[in-house]
């Protein structure tokens, strides 16, 4: 059922490798769907949305964006902001004003802001759906099951989140929703819109080598696309001239074992690339 190479991938990530019972047929797994018909995601309009007024800009850190920062308390007033200004807005800056976003109806239901993690000049900038449970609590994104799984693949390549050292060697990672969709929905195409100058940035700020963009809302948020990850897969794409790898979403992979596999070819795919500097 496995080659070696699958084995010994599954074996580094910790998982047990299911065998089925003698005689039993192996049941074919299906390939995420499209799923319903993609919501177009419009390019943001630069549009006054009512955000908590951003604190003025403070010098940049030197700790970087995972520097310890306790979790905000939730932001009250609303005041009219232009989230084009985000654009413009340096590391600390553009955390607080995720933190005191308030332009869709998630900040009603959310415990705290998912901002980010990672190096701040991580070579591999790693995109993800939205904080589900664990992360809305945590307020750092991938902490929960998938995220396990996430670090032990990145493990595998000698990456980590963490916010210090070579950053050859560390990624950044962030959600196209910086809040939890209630009982973990789909992100909505408003929601996915509204959110997206803050991603946008924080790729700016970072300028990686390399974007894995994983399942279909970062995809869709990056690439503009709805083809199902299985046609965008295990080829380079670009995002604003930086190489882009789509891969499936690690939720997804908890699920689905056999695509681990692919999922492991489409890392590899991408620390060539980011090897290679990115081009
Ligand atoms: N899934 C995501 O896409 N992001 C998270 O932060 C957690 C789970």
């Known amino acids: 059922m496995w080659s070696e190479r699958q084995a010994a991938m599954l074996r580094a990530m910790g998982l047990r490798l299911w065998q089925p019972p003698a005689g039993e047929a192996e049941v074919p797994i299906a390939e995420p769907a499209a799923g319903p018909p993609a919501p177009a995601v419009e390019a943001a309009a630069p549009v006054s949305l009512p955000v908590a007024a951003p604190p003025r800009p403070e010098p940049r850190p030197t700790a970087g964006p995972a520097a310890a920062a306790p979790p905000r308390p939730a932001v009250t007033p609303p005041a009219a902001v232009d989230l084009g200004a985000v654009s413009g807005l340096d590391w600390q800056p553009l955390r607080e004003a995720v933190a005191g976003c308030t332009a869709?109806?998630?900040?009603?239901?959310?415990?705290?802001?998912?901002?980010?993690?990672?190096?701040?000049?991580?070579?591999?900038?790693?995109?993800?759906?939205?904080?589900?449970?664990?992360?809305?609590?945590?307020?750092?994104?991938?902490?929960?099951?998938?995220?396990?799984?996430?670090?032990?693949?990145?493990?595998?390549?000698?990456?980590?989140?963490?916010?210090?050292?070579?950053?050859?060697?560390?990624?950044?990672?962030?959600?196209?929703?910086?809040?939890?969709?209630?009982?973990?929905?789909?992100?909505?195409?408003?929601?996915?819109?509204?959110?997206?100058?803050?991603?946008?940035?924080?790729?700016?700020?970072?300028?990686?080598?390399?974007?894995?963009?994983?399942?279909?809302?970062?995809?869709?948020?990056?690439?503009?696309?709805?083809?199902?990850?299985?046609?965008?897969r295990g080829r380079v794409h670009r995002y604003q001239g930086v190489p882009l790898v789509v891969t499936y979403h690690p939720a997804y992979l908890l699920r689905n074992l056999p695509d681990k596999a692919r999922a492991w070819d489409d890392l590899c795919l991408a620390a060539e690339v980011a090897e290679r500097g990115g081009s």
């Open 104 to 232: 869709c109806a998630l900040s009603q239901s959310r415990t705290q802001t998912v901002f980010g993690v990672g190096h701040p000049q991580a070579r591999w900038m790693i995109v993800g759906e939205a904080p589900g449970e664990q992360e809305d609590l945590r307020g750092e994104p991938f902490v929960g099951p998938a995220g396990q799984l996430l670090d032990a693949m990145l493990r595998a390549l000698a990456l980590s989140r963490a916010a210090e050292g070579e950053p050859a060697q560390r990624v950044y990672i962030a959600n196209t929703l910086k809040c939890r969709p209630p009982r973990n929905r789909n992100p909505a195409p408003e929601e996915l819109q509204r959110c997206e100058p803050f991603l946008v940035r924080q790729i700016e700020l970072v300028q990686p080598r390399i974007i894995l963009a994983m399942g279909r809302f970062a995809v869709q948020a990056l690439l503009r696309s709805s083809e199902p990850i299985g046609k965008l």
